[in-house]
């Protein structure tokens, strides 16, 4: 008779996550892990500006509206008048434009040019590229995961399931998180082989990658995709497969038809390539 061990033992890792962890300490902490490329350069300038903007004009009785058309923002004051009528006044109206003799970094236009929070603003638009949203600090967690190999165990993300060979990277990337701000925590729950531990994550992977080939199916067949596209999504049905080789090693469980699936898309994607270079 022949024994065979299931190896199913990981983690599920979550987290809970506060604004303004330090970007160049994540990105140098993530070095080790080689999980840098996760994390941008730096954060990209029109949040940047609205954070900077509210924390200059605090309360909610200063209001933080966009420009139309244009890259940045007006700061109106909402106050009511003796009949209690509602007045708006403008405070301060910024600009974002990026002048070629700068080297394509951004510069901030104000109006009125002599307001004396100008040089306020300036230091926390600064400061706040450098910092990372909580909201975007679980992004790079979550392409983190997704570099791992990890499985998200439900469609809206939040718990994410990793194989123990993963799991030091994984607590590197926590440790990281965490020293970077006090107020990040992160979670790691140990699994086991237990059969509903199987059938959960099994049950993941399935729907992950089902969701996954049919959007690459639906914009190869939309015929609206480039010759780069199109090799882009030829590539990304190619490393589907590979992640389902790789589940079918750890859960000694076939993935034929999804392989199979996986198969049809990429040869598709192909086609669609070979039609698009004789064009």
């Given at each position: 008779?022949?024994?065979r061990?299931l ?6 890792g979550y987290?809970s996550?506060t ?6 300490v994540?990105?140098?902490g ?20 609205r ?18 058309g ?7 004051h ?22 070629s ?38 992004q790079?967690?979550?392409r ?39 107020g990040?925590?992160m979670?790691?729950l ?6 509903e ?5 099994c ?8 969701a ?16 780069r ?6 590539t ?26 996986a ?10 390539l ?6």
């Open positions: 008779m022949q024994h061990e190896k199913l033992n990981g983690v599920i987290w996550l604004d303004g962890t330090p970007l160049d994540v990105h140098d993530l070095k080790p892990a080689g999980l840098s490329h996760c994390v941008p350069v730096e954060m990209t300038d029109k949040p940047s500006l954070r900077a903007l509210a924390t200059v004009f605090p309360g909610r009785r200063q209001l933080i509206r966009p420009l139309e244009k890259a940045g923002f007006a700061v109106i909402e106050s009511t008048d003796d009949n209690g009528d509602m007045v708006h006044e403008q405070q301060m109206q910024v600009l974002i434009i990026y002048p003799h700068m080297g394509g970094e951004a510069y901030l236009v104000f109006r009125p040019a002599d307001h004396f929070l100008i040089q306020r603003v300036r230091e926390e638009f600064e400061q706040e590229k450098g910092k990372v949203p909580a909201a975007q600090m679980g790079i967690l979550v983190c995961v997704e570099e791992l190999k990890g499985v998200s165990l439900r469609p809206s993300g939040g718990f994410y399931w990793l194989a123990e060979e993963d799991v030091p990277k994984w607590e590197q990337v926590c440790d990281v998180i965490e020293s970077a701000n006090p990040n925590r979670y790691l140990r699994t086991t082989t237990e059969p531990t199987v059938d959960a994550v049950d993941a992977v399935i729907t992950q990658v089902q996954k080939l049919d959007a690459l199916a639906e914009s190869i067949e939309s015929g609206d995709l480039g010759k596209a199109l090799k882009s999504r030829e990304m049905a190619q490393e589907l497969d590979e992640y389902l080789q790789r589940y079918e090693g750890i859960f000694q469980k076939s993935f034929k038809e999804l392989r199979d699936r198969d049809e898309v990429e040869a598709t994607a192909a086609l669609a070979m039609q698009a270079l004789s064009a």
